[in-house]
């Protein structure tokens, strides 16, 4: 049998054959250098028996022998029938140990025998044969030294002489069934490793040994295991495989760029980690341990996203907490105030605070007592039904000063006009009509006054009637409380006689066809500007409404029929069109408050009762704002804004509020006040001027007072003069 050993890459083939009559058999083995060398450490039989058996069926594995400088692997082949003579041939004889050099008579046979061709990879695998001879036996991977598996040159096994007595064939293995032919011998062939051994005694067959010499197999440099080792792990990947690399090999040639791959996989496999957990502190550990890393720009970039966004929400947290700390002041503010105007305001402010429900509570609860306070004030009659049925009311204590307030306001006006009628017996019907007024000993004083004759003749008389022209002008003045207009220095002024205030006011007014001026001027020694502002206390780190009230001036436009004579409580019924300056409001807006009362003999709703003067019953008087929203609104502060802030700002009037336009200016001690309407407003409200025509009207003048604490004039004919 001959031996032969070809080399493809780092594959490597192992032929041999054995020949019967004129059939050959050959086997292969495939595989790489380091695949024998397992086999001939004896690792992998099993494989190596299912590699033959795979290769070619009819090669049966008959047993291994093992000893300590052997590896016997015995195979059988059993050939096929076609090939087998007429009668079975006489067994193999025994194979004589090979020797260096064939002998003369062996020579030819060794020639006759055909030679076993080299099977490339290419052959095995694709299954044609290369177009040009394969590749000679490469030294590098068959050192002498102990070859490994078929690592050897070839060898010729001489056959056995022709006159040599052939063994006697073995005896037929028994059969249960019918008798058949007899299985030809089978060719045996052990390949064994790594020292020559003698075949056993008595064995039979074709036998091929592969004698190496008696040096051991040479084992892989350190820098082919480091090749090996590196190919693998570059074939895995994986960080555990260069891990292992580096472990076995730190020091090679291809240790720098393993620990470059290790590195690489570790920063991978530590930006997912931080990719997973998408948090600040994973990614700023990923730059600190991976600095160089390619990930670098997008750790970076994403590490600047989380940090703003971080930042933002602090800002926001800030926010809250201020806009927290502002809400409780708010709300301390008004449990302070604790009406349900404040309430309102705190919940438009904010709507969402933890205070709103209980404060929408509250204000649900407390609605029908505002409803009923609001419906009661203006009238004793609805302030004495308030109290009667809530006497401990939310509004209890306000309805009981209103209520009083209202009866002295009566007694004040009865008084007055007790005063301006200027006689005993004047004084004497407001004594017994306002026995428990606190005008009381002003009037005895008054009263005894008179008795003792200290008044001056014709006293009590009404006061007579004055009139105001109102010339056309083509250049009408400009309204900002001053009296040096071209168009005021033409117009006449009248004095007017008022009681219980100043002795007069001097009235002008002018007209240019579409708008009615009027200028009024009288003595105050003090101007008083401030309506009840609010006033910090510090103390009680809170503010508190003041008590100080403005000065004013009311214009009365009657409408329908003149009454007799301008008093309120005369007794008769009326109705006029009004127009107040008031010296806070008129100032902070531009505008006069445009409003409409009425005086009836009989109640009407929402009005107040007066007794009418002499005595004669009751009069009822009731004033309405006109349409629309007034030019200036009530303000609650809620945090320190000054040792004294006004308690109303401007707003913008809508409708019938915003016809009058008003302005004041105090010099001197003397208050000039100026009034700018529209002839027709076309509002129903207003009472529409026409040119040519004549109309009556009043004034009164406040200092420092609401209501009833006024100096009233009497009736004023007003004669608007054509162009």
Request: proline content about 10%; some cysteine.
């Amino acid at each position: 049998m001959a031996v032969d050993i070809s080399r493809s890459g780092d594959d490597i083939t192992l032929s041999f054959g054995a020949r019967r009559n004129e059939e050959r058999a050959d086997f292969r083995l495939f595989g790489n250098k380091h695949d024998y060398y397992r086999m001939a450490m004896g690792v992998h039989l099993n494989e190596t028996f299912r590699l033959l058996t795979q290769a070619d069926p009819n090669i049966q594995p008959i047993d291994v022998v093992k000893n300590d400088q052997d590896l016997i692997l015995r195979l059988g082949y059993a050939w096929s029938k076609a090939s087998e003579p007429a009668q079975a041939p006489p067994a193999a004889a025994p194979l004589p140990s090979p020797s260096p050099a064939a002998t003369p008579a062996q020579a030819p046979a060794q020639e006759a025998e055909p030679q076993l061709r080299r099977v490339s990879r290419r052959e095995r695998v694709v299954g044609q044969p290369p177009p040009e001879e394969e590749p000679e036996r490469n030294p590098k991977y068959f050192v002498p030294a102990r070859p490994l598996l078929g690592e050897s040159t070839e060898a010729e096994v001489p056959t056995p002489q022709p006159s040599a007595p052939p063994p006697a064939p073995p005896p037929a293995r028994p059969s249960a069934g019918p008798a058949t032919p007899a299985t030809p011998p089978e060719a045996v062939a052990e390949v064994s490793v790594p020292t020559p051994a003698e075949p056993p005694p008595g064995d039979t067959g074709l036998r091929v040994r592969v004698t190496p010499t008696p040096e051991a197999p040479p084992e892989p440099s350190p820098a082919e295991k480091a090749e090996t080792a590196f190919r693998e792990a570059t074939e895995e990947g994986t960080l555990a495989a260069w891990e292992e690399f580096l472990v076995a090999f730190p020091s090679v040639a291809q240790a720098k760029e393993a620990r470059a791959r290790v590195e690489t996989l570790r920063a991978e496999a530590e930006y997912e980690k931080a990719k997973s957990a998408d948090e600040a502190q994973a990614y700023r550990g990923f730059l600190q341990r991976f600095p160089s890393s390619v990930r670098v720009p997008e750790v970076e970039a994403r590490l600047r996203a989380l940090e703003l966004q971080q930042e933002q929400a602090r800002a926001e947290s800030r926010a809250r907490t201020e806009v927290d700390r502002r809400r409780r002041e708010a709300y301390d503010e008004t449990r302070r105030l604790d009406n349900t105007t404040a309430y309102r305001v705190f919940l438009a402010a904010y709507p969402d605070a933890p205070e709103a429900p209980e404060i929408r509570q509250y204000l649900k609860g407390s609605e029908a007592d505002d409803a009923a306070f609001a419906e009661a004030t203006g009238s004793t009659a609805g302030l004495e039904a308030y109290l009667a049925t809530r006497p401990k009311g939310r509004h209890a204590d306000d309805a009981r000063k209103r209520l009083t307030a209202l009866r002295n306001a009566g007694s004040e006006v009865a008084f007055q006009e007790a005063q301006a009628r200027g006689s005993s017996e004047a004084l004497e019907v407001f004594l017994k009509a306002w026995p428990k007024s606190p005008k009381v000993p002003e009037a005895r004083a008054a009263l005894d006054a008179f008795r003792k004759g200290k008044t001056e003749p014709g006293a009590g008389a009404p006061l007579p009637e004055s009139t105001v022209v109102a010339p056309y002008v083509g250049s009408p003045p400009v309204i900002n409380g001053r009296a040096n207009d071209s168009a005021w220095q033409s117009a006449p002024g009248t004095e007017i006689p008022v009681a219980g205030g100043p002795r007069s006011i001097v009235v002008k007014a002018v007209h240019d066809g579409r708008t009615l001026y009027l200028l009024a001027q009288w003595n105050d020694a003090s101007r008083d500007d401030q309506y009840r502002p609010w006033i910090w206390d510090a103390a009680k780190k809170t503010y508190r409404q003041g008590s100080q009230v403005d000065d004013a001036l009311a214009v009365a436009l009657f409408r329908g029929k003149p009454p007799s004579d301008s008093c309120m409580l005369q007794g008769q019924n009326q109705e006029a069109d009004l127009w107040i300056w008031r010296a806070f409001w008129s100032e902070l807006s531009g505008l006069a408050e445009d409003e409409t009362y009425r005086i009836s003999r009989e109640r009407i709703p929402k009005s107040n009762p007066y007794a009418s003067r002499g005595g004669a019953g009751q009069v009822w008087i009731r004033e309405d704002p006109d349409s629309g929203s007034p030019g200036w609104s009530f303000f609650i502060p809620v945090d320190y804004q000054g040792a004294v802030i006004p308690s109303y700002r401007r707003a913008e009037a809508s409708g019938s509020r915003g016809d009058v336009k008003a302005a004041g200016l105090w010099e001197g001690g003397t208050w000039t006040v100026e009034f700018a309407r529209a002839l027709d407003t076309r509002h129903a409200d207003d009472l529409a001027l026409k040119e040519r025509n004549t109309y009556a009207l009043s004034f009164a003048v406040y200092d420092k007072a609401e209501k009833g604490r006024h100096a009233a004039s009497g009736l004023v004919r007003l004669e608007l003069r054509g162009r």
